[in-house]
């Protein structure tokens, strides 16, 4: 026996299973050896950190693969140049070489960086995860040594380590269900991130336990007395409430210890579900129950499956305290987690309950797949794996559980995709409920459906909490709306375009988004607007690389019109009769073509027009001296796609046909003057389409507005009643001061 191991290989024998020591014996000196020469930051050799990883693995009771994963896992990313996992394999065989691949992958994982990296991180610790829960347990044990060692680092790097381990490993424990683990990384991050707060409520505690001391050891003999009375085995454990756990109540609940019912509490393990139930009574005939404060979480075990039943009570002196009540093997569950639960034989698997317990690993890489947005995944990661949960029922009484504040859409989806595609409202306990209703622990909630549902509203992606909901109405929108979803995508990248301020042609439009597709690992443009249209990809975390690659095919149109001169008159070859489109508009050449007006100058009957001939979508009609057509007509790559077009005559002097102009106000005066501008186009009879305003710097306003009119005489007629407005100072369309 190695002296180094003594304790590691004591604990194994303990575990009363069968483990292969010579294998571990081997992974160790295969790990000193690797490591000779490395030393930790406090001095000691840092073999000694992959023994007590090893060491925390064996008290969970993993096999031996994990316990020589835990003293190799460090090897690879520490001592590449002397090893790597094909030597790992060829040693100690193909199992404990994927679990160090995937403990070395998620090495680098930082948690408060939320660009793509770091998502990419997370998606490969699932990855890990879905293929082997082992990964986890050994990271969480790795994450604890490393936090029990935090001390020699450098004061902000302790700081990130244990914001780390709060917001990511001690949620992650929680949702596995190893509470040991959980609350020891809590309490340790907690030392680092507040040390004062932490010293407070560490002061707090032993104030009140020290004035307290006989507390759990009467209520332990009062109940020990009442069990042994009724010949029920049992083992009674007393507790204070957890330093984080109080200090979390105490500051954003603001709460005194007082009012904290579970400061203290025992727990009491018997051999039986039934003796569960029975103790539960001879407690409540013993102490005083607290209302309210009863929870039964063995029928309704908690997803990482927890069961226990916990009440609370009052003492002779007046003091609260909770009882917990669980089997041995709820306990073991309690304190160890899905780690519990994990079999081995020959070959290390899972039962099929504990993949039952997993598929929320799977759901979360759905929801990755279902998105390009980073912000969209952590999200999902947060809400669906680390809030507490909430405990509803089907009218059925089956039990569904859902992420705190979830809504009643939430649970439709939760119950099945058809369920929720297929939703028209909601009941809760008999009563209808508005659909962002949320429901609460224990109520009873029916979905009301209707084969008629035209689907559901892209207006749920704003109200649901949880990203299965949104993963699922997002492919309904994906699948079903694909042609309504690229338009809705082309409006939002047309409008973040515009708001560059700077001329495009339409052609150099479709070169940037096919550029911008392929940058974002998308097919092609169409797949692009889809995906923005159904929700999988929003234009605000696109914005940077658009503007990168409008810049790059983009030229200016003063160094266009400055290189080449006067614009051209367009040369057109001889083309076939005119024929009529719509929107009033004559094309030559074009018989039932789409026609549609260019939203970067909106032309107006009476306007010189030119046509665009675009790829599958038609003929966009350009004002003449727009920016767009003037930079496209200079282009000798697009010069053909260029056609004729004028106004029906009828239009033009002034029909029943109402257009879009868009305005911008400038003024100097920003009290009253909306009321102003509303007023007179009301007296006018112009409807208003769009408004928006700003201040400038220099304290001028800018007042944009969308109108509906007739022709350019009617615009005319607006343009000049509104300068007459005192605090007006100029009117512009487009581009082009009037």
């Given at each position: 026996?190695?002296?180094?191991?003594?304790?590691?290989?004591?604990?194994?024998?303990?575990?009363?299973?069968?483990?292969?020591?010579?294998?571990?014996?081997?992974?160790?000196?295969?790990?000193?050896?690797?490591?000779?020469?490395?030393?930790?930051?406090?001095?000691?050799?840092?073999?000694?950190?992959?023994?007590?990883?090893?060491?925390?693995?064996?008290?969970?009771?993993?096999?031996?693969?994990?316990?020589?994963?835990?003293?190799?896992?460090?090897?690879?990313?520490?001592?590449?140049?002397?090893?790597?996992?094909?030597?790992?394999?060829?040693?100690?065989?193909?199992?404990?070489?994927?679990?160090?691949?995937?403990?070395?992958?998620?090495?680098?994982?930082?948690?408060?960086?939320?660009?793509?990296?770091?998502?990419?991180?997370?998606?490969?610790?699932?990855?890990?995860?879905?293929?082997?829960?082992?990964?986890?347990?050994?990271?969480?044990?790795?994450?604890?040594?490393?936090?029990?060692?935090?001390?020699?680092?450098?004061?902000?790097?302790?700081?990130?380590?244990?914001?780390?381990?709060?917001?990511?490993?001690?949620?992650?424990?929680?949702?596995?269900?190893?509470?040991?683990?959980?609350?020891?990384?809590?309490?340790?991050?907690?030392?680092?991130?507040?040390?004062?707060?932490?010293?407070?409520?560490?002061?707090?505690?032993?104030?009140?336990?020290?004035?307290?001391?006989?507390?759990?050891?009467?209520?332990?003999?009062?109940?020990?007395?009442?069990?042994?009375?009724?010949?029920?085995?049992?083992?009674?454990?007393?507790?204070?409430?957890?330093?984080?756990?109080?200090?979390?109540?105490?500051?954003?609940?603001?709460?005194?210890?007082?009012?904290?019912?579970?400061?203290?509490?025992?727990?009491?393990?018997?051999?039986?579900?039934?003796?569960?139930?029975?103790?539960?009574?001879?407690?409540?005939?013993?102490?005083?129950?607290?209302?309210?404060?009863?929870?039964?979480?063995?029928?309704?075990?908690?997803?990482?499956?927890?069961?226990?039943?916990?009440?609370?009570?009052?003492?002779?002196?007046?003091?609260?305290?909770?009882?917990?009540?669980?089997?041995?093997?709820?306990?073991?569950?309690?304190?160890?987690?899905?780690?519990?639960?994990?079999?081995?034989?020959?070959?290390?698997?899972?039962?099929?309950?504990?993949?039952?317990?997993?598929?929320?690993?799977?759901?979360?890489?759905?929801a990755d797949d279902s998105t390009k947005d980073p912000d969209e995944f952590i999200h999902s990661f947060k809400t669906d794996i680390f809030n507490d949960e909430t405990f509803v029922f089907t009218p059925k009484g089956d039990v569904i559980s859902l992420p705190f504040g979830s809504t009643v859409i939430d649970f439709a989806y939760a119950i099945h995709s058809a369920v929720g595609n297929k939703m028209i409202g909601a009941k809760i306990n008999g009563v209808i409920v508005p659909i962002d209703r949320v429901p609460q622990n224990g109520e009873i909630v029916e979905i009301l459906t209707s084969s008629a549902s035209r689907g559901p509203s892209r207006d749920w992606l704003k109200i649901v909490k949880t990203g299965e909901a949104r993963n699922k109405i997002r492919?309904?929108?994906?699948?079903?709306?694909?042609?309504?979803?690229?338009?809705?995508?082309?409006?939002?990248?047309?409008?973040?375009?515009?708001?560059?301020?700077?001329?495009?042609?339409?052609?150099?439009?479709?070169?940037?988004?096919?550029?911008?597709?392929?940058?974002?690992?998308?097919?092609?443009?169409?797949?692009?607007?889809?995906?923005?249209?159904?929700?999988?990809?929003?234009?605000?975390?696109?914005?940077?690389?658009?503007?990168?690659?409008?810049?790059?095919?983009?030229?200016?149109?003063?160094?266009?019109?400055?290189?080449?001169?006067?614009?051209?008159?367009?040369?057109?070859?001889?083309?076939?009769?005119?024929?009529?489109?719509?929107?009033?508009?004559?094309?030559?050449?074009?018989?039932?073509?789409?026609?549609?007006?260019?939203?970067?100058?909106?032309?107006?009957?009476?306007?010189?027009?030119?046509?665009?001939?675009?790829?599958?979508?038609?003929?966009?009609?350009?004002?003449?001296?727009?920016?767009?057509?003037?930079?496209?007509?200079?282009?000798?790559?697009?010069?053909?796609?260029?056609?004729?077009?004028?106004?029906?005559?009828?239009?033009?002097?002034?029909?029943?046909?109402?257009?879009?102009?868009?305005?911008?106000?400038?003024?100097?005066?920003?009290?009253?003057?909306?009321?102003?501008?509303?007023?007179?186009?009301?007296?006018?009879?112009?409807?208003?389409?769009?408004?928006?305003?700003?201040?400038?710097?220099?304290?001028?306003?800018?007042?944009?507005?969308?109108?509906?009119?007739?022709?350019?005489?009617?615009?005319?007629?607006?343009?000049?009643?509104?300068?007459?407005?005192?605090?007006?100072?100029?009117?512009?369309?487009?581009?082009?001061?009037?």
């Amino acid at each position: 026996m190695y002296e180094e191991i003594r304790e590691l290989l004591a604990l194994l024998e303990r575990n009363g299973k069968k483990y292969d020591l010579e294998k571990i014996n081997k992974a160790f000196l295969y790990a000193r050896e690797l490591h000779e020469g490395q030393f930790r930051l406090s001095g000691e050799p840092y073999i000694s950190h992959p023994i007590a990883v090893a060491e925390i693995v064996a008290s969970l009771e993993l096999d031996t693969d994990s316990v020589c994963a835990a003293l190799l896992h460090d090897t690879v990313e520490d001592c590449s140049d002397r090893t790597d996992l094909s030597a790992i394999k060829k040693e100690f065989g193909a199992s404990v070489a994927e679990l160090v691949d995937g403990l070395t992958k998620i090495e680098q994982m930082k948690v408060e960086d939320k660009e793509e990296a770091h998502i990419e991180n997370i998606r490969k610790m699932l990855l890990a995860m879905s293929r082997d829960i082992r990964v986890i347990f050994i990271k969480l044990c790795d994450r604890l040594h490393n936090m029990r060692t935090l001390s020699a680092k450098r004061e902000e790097r302790r700081r990130d380590i244990a914001l780390e381990t709060m917001h990511v490993y001690a949620p992650l424990a929680h949702r596995l269900g190893m509470q040991r683990i959980k609350h020891e990384l809590e309490n340790l991050s907690l030392q680092h991130l507040d040390p004062i707060g932490y010293d407070e409520v560490l002061k707090e505690v032993e104030s009140r336990y020290g004035q307290s001391l006989n507390l759990i050891d009467n209520a332990k003999q009062r109940i020990s007395e009442r069990l042994s009375e009724n010949q029920i085995p049992c083992v009674i454990e007393g507790r204070v409430k957890s330093i984080y756990s109080l200090y979390r109540k105490m500051y954003n609940q603001n709460k005194s210890l007082d009012e904290i019912y579970d400061f203290y509490a025992l727990r009491v393990i018997v051999d039986s579900e039934l003796a569960c139930y029975t103790v539960l009574g001879l407690i409540h005939e013993s102490f005083r129950s607290v209302p309210g404060r009863f929870k039964d979480y063995i029928s309704t075990p908690k997803p990482n499956m927890y069961q226990s039943l916990h009440t609370t009570v009052i003492g002779r002196d007046g003091i609260p305290f909770e009882v917990q009540i669980r089997t041995h093997e709820m306990h073991r569950i309690a304190e160890f987690g899905v780690a519990a639960h994990w079999k081995y034989k020959t070959g290390e698997t899972a039962t099929k309950s504990i993949d039952e317990k997993l598929n929320w690993i799977s759901k979360l890489l759905e929801a990755d797949d279902s998105t390009k947005d980073p912000d969209e995944f952590i999200h999902s990661f947060k809400t669906d794996i680390f809030n507490d949960e909430t405990f509803v029922f089907t009218p059925k009484g089956d039990v569904i559980s859902l992420p705190f504040g979830s809504t009643v859409i939430d649970f439709a989806y939760a119950i099945h995709s058809a369920v929720g595609n297929k939703m028209i409202g909601a009941k809760i306990n008999g009563v209808i409920v508005p659909i962002d209703r949320v429901p609460q622990n224990g109520e009873i909630v029916e979905i009301l459906t209707s084969s008629a549902s035209r689907g559901p509203s892209r207006d749920w992606l704003k109200i649901v909490k949880t990203g299965e909901a949104r993963n699922k109405i997002r492919a309904w929108f994906k699948h079903e709306k694909r042609a309504e979803n690229i338009e809705v995508g082309r409006e939002e990248i047309e409008r973040e375009l515009r708001r560059l301020g700077r001329s495009y042609t339409v052609a150099q439009q479709e070169e940037i988004i096919e550029n911008l597709a392929r940058r974002i690992g998308i097919q092609g443009a169409d797949d692009l607007y889809n995906t923005i249209g159904f929700g999988g990809l929003t234009v605000s975390k696109i914005s940077g690389k658009l503007k990168d690659e409008f810049e790059k095919v983009v030229k200016t149109l003063e160094e266009n019109t400055a290189a080449a001169g006067p614009i051209p008159q367009i040369k057109i070859a001889e083309k076939p009769k005119a024929v009529h489109s719509r929107n009033g508009i004559v094309v030559d050449g074009a018989d039932g073509c789409l026609v549609k007006f260019a939203k970067c100058c909106n032309p107006l009957p009476g306007d010189s027009v030119i046509g665009f001939i675009t790829r599958g979508y038609g003929i966009s009609i350009h004002k003449y001296d727009c920016p767009n057509a003037k930079a496209g007509i200079l282009d000798p790559a697009q010069r053909d796609r260029w056609i004729e077009a004028h106004w029906d005559e009828s239009d033009v002097a002034g029909g029943e046909e109402l257009y879009e102009a868009t305005l911008q106000i400038f003024t100097h005066d920003g009290i009253g003057v909306l009321a102003s501008i509303s007023t007179a186009l009301a007296d006018m009879r112009v409807s208003i389409t769009q408004i928006n305003s700003q201040k400038h710097v220099n304290g001028s306003f800018l007042i944009s507005l969308t109108v509906a009119c007739k022709n350019v005489n009617h615009f005319k007629s607006i343009v000049a009643r509104l300068k007459n407005i005192s605090a007006v100072e100029s009117v512009t369309r487009g581009l082009s001061r009037i």
